[in-house]
């Protein structure tokens, strides 16, 4: 598995990668609705349902009678006319079928800016949304290259540990059999010299050796592998990677410009920003343009032919307006636009302090970068020197020209330069991936590894 592998699945299937699509999906919906607000409304209401006899009352006029006025005849329901008769089923009720539809079309003229600042708000929402997408998956991809690094570190220090395991048991038979002979070259003391660097050595390496088995599930996690699973990674020791050598005021420049937690920021002010004039634009009415149609049949109920009467069960109806609706609360719309500005406020103050934050960010990776460099260098020259000097003692140690305590020096002073100098070069990498994260970007060469001004792996 290589480390670019390894991002390539991790990004692609993720928990964290997978909650922020399904948030820029959801901004993506917001925008949807706002971009299609100008279309039209269309509202339909329609029924059907049984409905029983329903007669017209006749009525007529009557000459006479107690209200009669002059010249005026008196008007009741004719002979054989009951007006309580529809309330009553009885056998002989017919029962029919009454359908009923009303729909209206509403389509917006001028809204004062409305629609247009709804859909500017939902695009900002939109950026948010993919901003956070790469957010996620830089902070992916920061764990993941800490997991691969610092398996490769573990795995370089168990080899380094082996090693001092070695030494330590053929300077261990050496000294044993030299004891048997009874050369007078070495005591008991000097063996129990060695099983106490025995024991510090074993310590150290049950320890590393539990840390690698931390850094290989995490990145079998990122592999998608299951627990415990074998795997071999492509590369078998930590090589410095290739991080370019920039001032900070450079980094800070690219961080600005391509940092998606920035660019999640700047996106809120200009959201915020249009949600203000949304609210201002709130005090204006808005213009529609709006349909109506009714319509309705009852089959058994008798059609009036007064076409002033209303009648619910035997009707056809249309017609277009202008119209225009203008809430004039406008108390609560001030309250509503100040919340707004206060809105957008916070929103522009959080970016100014995120940018504080970055500035330190970058400069605080930067420098870090800088001196693990360094120090890779003098820890590469140290482990050079250790390394000539533990040839010496030991060449010496065989022909008994040098003590115990000298070769248990010069091994631990080995193994100690060698250990320092991949924990260098394990923290200048660290660091490089802390700049991207900081940056905004990746900004280690790929294939870096080998070319020249690179830190280098211990064996070279």
């Given at each position: 598995?290589?480390?670019a592998e390894l991002l390539a699945r991790v990004q692609g299937e993720n928990a964290a990668v997978t909650i922020a699509q399904n948030e820029l999906r959801g901004y993506e919906a917001v925008y949807l609705r706002a971009a299609t607000a100008w ?422």
């Amino acid at each position: 598995l290589s480390l670019a592998e390894l991002l390539a699945r991790v990004q692609g299937e993720n928990a964290a990668v997978t909650i922020a699509q399904n948030e820029l999906r959801g901004y993506e919906a917001v925008y949807l609705r706002a971009a299609t607000a100008w279309l039209p409304v269309i509202k339909v209401e329609s029924l059907l349902a049984p409905l029983p006899e329903r007669r017209l009352l006749r009525q007529c006029a009557y000459s006479g009678g107690p209200f009669a006025l002059d010249g005026i005849s008196q008007v009741a329901p004719c002979p054989g006319e009951d007006p309580s008769d529809d309330e009553h089923l009885t056998a002989d009720t017919d029962i029919g079928v009454l359908t009923r539809t009303k729909a209206s079309v509403t389509l917006p003229l001028y809204t004062f800016g409305k629609l247009d600042a709804a859909k500017l708000a939902a695009e900002q929402g939109v950026e948010v949304g993919r901003a956070s997408v790469d957010l996620s998956r830089m902070h992916l991809t920061h764990l993941v290259k800490q997991a691969y690094y610092g398996a490769l570190l573990t795995a370089d220090a168990l080899e380094i540990l082996e090693d001092g395991r070695r030494r330590l048991e053929k300077a261990k038979k050496q000294i044993e059999g030299e004891l048997v002979r009874e050369t007078g070259r070495f005591t008991s003391n000097d063996l129990r010299k060695l099983e106490v660097q025995a024991g510090e050595l074993e310590a150290g390496y049950l320890e590393t050796n539990a840390l690698s088995r931390v850094s290989r599930e995490g990145l079998r996690l990122a592999a998608g592998l299951a627990p415990g699973s074998p795997f071999t990674l492509d590369v078998d020791e930590l090589s410095g990677v290739d991080a370019p050598e920039r001032d900070e005021s450079a980094w800070l420049k690219d961080a600005t410009e391509t940092r998606a937690d920035l660019r999640m920021a700047a996106a809120a002010v200009q959201a915020r920003h249009h949600q203000v004039e949304l609210a201002t634009a709130e005090y204006y009415p808005d213009i529609a343009l709006v349909g109506a149609f009714g319509y309705a049949k009852g089959t058994t109920a008798e059609n009036s032919p007064d076409p002033y009467a209303k009648d619910e069960y035997n009707f056809s109806s249309w017609g277009v307006v202008l119209g225009a609706e203008w809430k004039l609360d406008f108390a609560a719309r001030r309250g509503k636009l100040q919340e707004a500005e206060a809105a957008q406020g916070k929103a522009t103050a959080q970016r100014e302090g995120l940018l504080q934050k970055v500035r330190l960010d970058v400069f605080e990776a930067a420098g870090h970068l800088e001196r693990y460099r360094a120090e890779t260098a003098a820890r590469k020259k140290a482990m050079k020197a250790g390394k000539g000097w533990l040839v010496s003692n030991t060449m010496n140690f065989g022909a008994g020209l040098a003590e115990t305590d000298e070769l248990l020096e010069s091994l631990i002073a080995y193994s100690k330069a060698r250990l320092a100098y991949i924990r260098a070069l394990y923290e200048f990498n660290l660091a490089a991936a802390r700049l991207s994260l900081a940056v905004g970007r990746e900004i280690v060469v790929p294939s870096a590894a080998t070319s020249a001004g690179a830190p280098t792996s211990p064996s070279e």
